[in-house]
């Protein structure tokens, strides 16, 4: 059973702060990952993806990815209240991709 | 129409009933899946389409049918509703699905409730 952990949260940060979010994944062989952000009420959003160990940025997001210790993150720096959402962690293998349950950033004016 | 589209957006349904629920992509994307996102479970894959003409299971295909006729469409039936698939229910398409590289987009989604 393949399975992606992560902190269902809330996480709470003040705005300007650095966001955190945190994933671990159980497939030792899965090949690419991907955050998604999802509004309340809303569709899940592909923010970023990375398939490579290190890190990798787009604007105020960073990815960064450790396969030997199966874990992926996602940074956020000045956090801001549009921030604020349910941050969804996938992992894919193949053709396969597994959600994580999502961890929720509130981000507090 | 830019993306994916789906309807209906929203429907309550008697138990029993059946229902279609409509996807439609104009982003000439191979691979269609649809999803279905539940409180404290998260996103289930309920079944997949390769490419126009083809089908598979997901996770949790039980009481649910689809077909894929052309690339740009994928509707999902439910043939007898029951309360259990009261869900939300997500749409989502990818370049192609045989590749790891293959980041999927999704609808925005119809809540359904089934009573």
């Known amino acids: 059973q393949k399975e992606v952990e992560q902190n269902s949260g809330p996480l709470s940060v003040p705005e300007g702060a650095i966001a955190s979010l945190n994933c671990t994944y159980s497939?030792?062989?899965?090949?690419?990952f991907f955050w998604y952000r999802q509004y309340s009420g809303k569709s899940p959003e592909l923010i970023m993806f990375?398939?490579?160990?290190g890190d990798k940025e787009d604007g105020r997001f960073t990815a960064q990815l450790n396969k030997a210790s199966q874990y992926v993150s996602l940074l956020i720096r000045d956090s801001q209240p549009s921030d604020s959402a349910t941050y969804l962690c996938a992992v894919s293998r193949y053709s396969t991709l597994t959600f994580g349950k999502g961890t929720m950033l509130l981000v507090s004016p | 129409i830019a993306g994916i589209t789906q309807a209906p957006t929203s429907q309550i349904l008697a138990a029993g009933r059946r229902m279609t629920l409509r996807c439609t992509q104009d982003?000439?994307?191979?691979?269609m899946y649809w999803y279905r996102q539940d409180l404290g479970l998260g996103l289930r894959l309920i079944h997949y389409s390769n490419t126009a003409g083809t089908t598979g299971k997901g996770e949790v295909p039980d009481g649910y049918s689809v077909s894929r006729a052309n690339t740009d469409d994928f509707p999902l039936t439910l043939a007898s509703a029951v309360p259990s698939q009261t869900s939300v229910y997500f749409c989502a398409s990818s370049r192609d699905r045989y590749s790891s590289y293959n980041e999927q987009f999704f609808g925005p989604g119809t809540r359904l409730t089934v009573l």
């Open positions: 497939d030792r062989g899965s090949q690419s």
């Open positions: 982003m000439r994307h191979n691979a």
């Open positions: 990375i398939y490579s160990n």
